[in-house]
């Protein structure tokens, strides 16, 4: 999805999410987050910065974290490599560093009040 401003970013969301009742009666649902990616993209696709998060991949790494794309141009081979440990990232998170660090243009002028109400549901239902 691209991003409206100045560095013309785009973003690219890939959650993955478990649905099950919330009590023993199953008369209520729920979905919860069991692993995600958030990637913000430069113009030719390449990412600068991405959050990972899954427990049950192949990689020896299963906590949260962040990886520091070859577009960053950090130019420290290691840091590149690295899987950097962050903590659960919401959804809500990713899309306020897009606004607030790299100029992204909000379609709504509510969008921090939008993101304050969706944030801490979203932040509950990481498995």
Same mark, same amino acid.
């Given at each position: 999805?691209?991003?409206?401003?100045?560095?013309?970013?785009?973003?690219?969301?890939?959650?993955?999410?478990?649905?099950?009742?919330?009590?023993?009666?199953?008369?209520?649902?729920?979905? +919860?987050?069991?692993?995600?990616?958030?990637?913000?993209?430069? +113009?030719?696709?390449?990412?600068?910065?991405?959050?990972?998060?899954?427990?049950?991949?192949?990689?020896?790494?299963?906590?949260?974290?962040?990886?520091?794309?070859?577009?960053?141009?950090?130019?420290?081979?290691?840091?590149?490599?690295?899987h950097l440990p962050?903590?659960?990232?919401?959804?809500?998170?990713?899309?306020?560093?897009?606004?607030?660090?790299?100029?992204?243009?909000?379609?709504?002028?509510?969008?921090?009040?939008?993101?304050?109400?969706t944030g801490p549901?979203?932040?509950?239902?990481?498995?």
């Amino acid at each position: 999805m691209p991003l409206r401003g100045p560095l013309r970013l785009g973003l690219r969301v890939r959650l993955r999410a478990q649905i099950g009742p919330v009590d023993a009666s199953a008369r209520a649902w729920q979905a +919860s987050i069991v692993a995600y990616q958030y990637a913000l993209l430069d +113009s030719d696709g390449r990412e600068p910065l991405a959050y990972h998060w899954h427990p049950d991949s192949v990689s020896h790494v299963t906590e949260p974290h962040l990886h520091l794309g070859p577009a960053a141009q950090v130019g420290v081979p290691v840091l590149v490599a690295a899987h950097l440990p962050t903590g659960a990232v919401g959804l809500p998170a990713a899309l306020r560093l897009a606004v607030d660090a790299f100029s992204t243009r909000p379609l709504r002028r509510d969008w921090s009040a939008t993101l304050a109400t969706t944030g801490p549901a979203l932040a509950t239902t990481l498995a």
